[in-house]
């Protein structure tokens, strides 16, 4: 499995952003997908993760309500769009996807990065204040 992201960029706090994960390869094995992001010289962080065969997205709690994951399954493709954005949001962020069905209906495991098998390269968002 192939995992492209694109969409990141520059944008001033207040705008919003959305940014793309497009899977390509085995893509029936997966059972999730999501997004993590790291900042500067911060560790990586869970923001968001979705179940591809239904079921309640799972936020970071200082994100929900802000960011929003969503998917296509018919082009293998996730979502997330960012709202409000603050300077704080900026980092990598890198998308992910699982083969564990765990991370579709527990969220402590959703958020373990240990069990996502695949990621992708990273795009880079910033946000001037």
């Known amino acids: 499995v ?8 520059l944008v001033q706090a207040g705008d919003s952003l959305r940014v793309s994960c497009a899977a390509s390869g085995r893509t029936r094995s997966l ?16 923001v968001a993760s979705v179940s591809l065969s239904g079921g309640t997205p799972f936020y970071a709690d200082s994100l929900k309500g802000r960011f929003t994951i969503s998917k296509d399954n018919a082009k293998n493709t996730v979502f997330l769009q960012m ?3 603050k300077p704080e949001d900026t980092s ?11 991370t579709t209906y527990v969220k402590d495991y959703a958020t373990r990065q240990t069990l996502y098998n695949y990621w992708g390269q990273g795009t880079q968002v910033t946000v001037s204040s």
């Open 83 to 85: 709202d409000s954005l």
């Open 31 to 46: 059972d999730a997908m999501g997004w993590f992001r790291q900042a500067p010289g911060k560790e990586r962080e869970f």
């Open 2 to 9: 192939q995992l492209q992201a694109s969409g990141g960029g």
């Open 92 to 102: 990598i962020y890198y998308c992910a996807a699982s083969t564990s069905t765990l």
